[in-house]
């Protein structure tokens, strides 16, 4: 069969697993939850580039630092991200995004 | 009776993971790679499946770090040895961590009691998948023009065209990820005494 030796199925989980993602970060109400599908799209997508960057003999290495680069900015989202969720849970004592109506009212 | 139940629990979770894996490796000749890509993938996938539909959000945040880990396997099986490291030290030893807190500091009683999705989760659902189905049709229609074989990547050949040719991507980053380290304390912290 040879799925280990066949970009597709890389591909493929990869796509699955950012389907995931988006389900999460569409339908959980809960802030952090969007949060944490949010970083399991990056994931995906940090496994589509190493895939490629692993079958694709034009890219060599090119492909792994481009993953290494998008994990260092994931850490940067995610902190940021996460501080103005503390932030905003102080104000309004809830992590529901439904909840945060300030500006519609 | 509720431990009893945990574990045929936990039984019934290997055996969803690795079964498939037993039946690549039997039918696909026993290849150790293709079973290991199949576990690791199913794990995976589950976990992040869980990490989007279940109700406690600390038991989300503990679904996450398993799928973190699955995909840092999947890195090495794919020929990445670094990039797995690079994703068990960043993800696992500092997002998990940042993002359990996170949810200690904004948990509220009522929280996991109420629910869990937004009214727009069956259309989410709907777009997920047609999203997937897409992706699969797209790559499977697409030729990349690829090896046979994945190449294994050797961290000095890495390192070398790291500090040669992006050595400046690498000096942004750094500088990326200091304004974040500000940005946070600064956004995240306490107002003691306004003025």
């Known amino acids: 069969m040879g799925l280990a030796n066949s ?8 796509g699955v697993l950012f389907a995931i993602g988006t389900f999460g970060f569409l ?4 802030a952090i ?21 692993s079958f694709i003999p034009n890219l060599k290495a ?21 501080a103005i969720i503390i932030a905003i849970y102080r104000n309004r004592k809830t992590p529901l995004v439904d909840e945060y109506d300030a500006m519609r009212r | 009776m509720r431990g009893w ?4 629990g936990a039984a019934i979770a290997g055996a969803v993971v690795t079964t498939p894996a037993l039946l690549v490796f039997v039918l696909g000749g026993g ?10 993938g199913t794990l995976m996938l589950v976990s992040a499946l869980l990490v989007v539909t279940m109700r406690d959000i600390i038991q989300c945040g503990l679904a996450m770090i398993v799928a973190f880990l699955a995909l840092a396997g999947i890195y090495v099986v794919v020929g990445a040895p670094l990039v797995a490291a690079a ?25 996991p009691a109420r629910l869990v999705f937004q009214t727009q989760a069956a259309p989410a659902a709907v777009a997920a998948v047609i999203l997937a189905v897409l992706i699969t049709l797209g790559v499977s229609a697409t030729d990349w023009g ?28 750094s500088v990326l990820l200091l304004a974040a380290v500000i940005g946070g304390v600064f956004i995240a912290k306490r107002e003691e005494d306004p003025g």
Do not use: H
């Open chain 2, 87 to 111: 994703q068990v030290i960043v993800y696992i030893g500092a997002i998990s961590v940042l993002i359990l807190f996170a949810i200690m500091l904004t948990q509220s009683k009522a929280g």
């Open chain 1, 27 to 30: 339908a959980r109400r809960n």
């Open chain 2, 146 to 173: 690829e090896t046979a074989e994945r190449a294994r990547l050797a961290t000095d050949t890495l390192a070398l065209i790291l500090f040669q040719d992006y050595v400046l991507p690498f000096e942004v980053v």
């Open chain 1, 62 to 82: 090119d492909g792994s630092i481009i993953a290494l680069m998008v994990m260092a900015v994931a850490a940067a989202e995610a902190t940021v991200g996460l």
């Open chain 2, 5 to 8: 139940l945990y574990l045929l």
């Open chain 1, 7 to 14: 970009l597709d199925a890389y591909l493929i989980l990869a």
């Open chain 1, 33 to 53: 939850s969007m949060l944490m599908s949010i970083e399991l799209m990056l994931n995906a997508v940090n496994l589509a580039i190493v895939a490629f960057g």
């Open chain 2, 31 to 40: 290849s150790v790679d293709d079973a290991l890509f199949v576990a690791l």
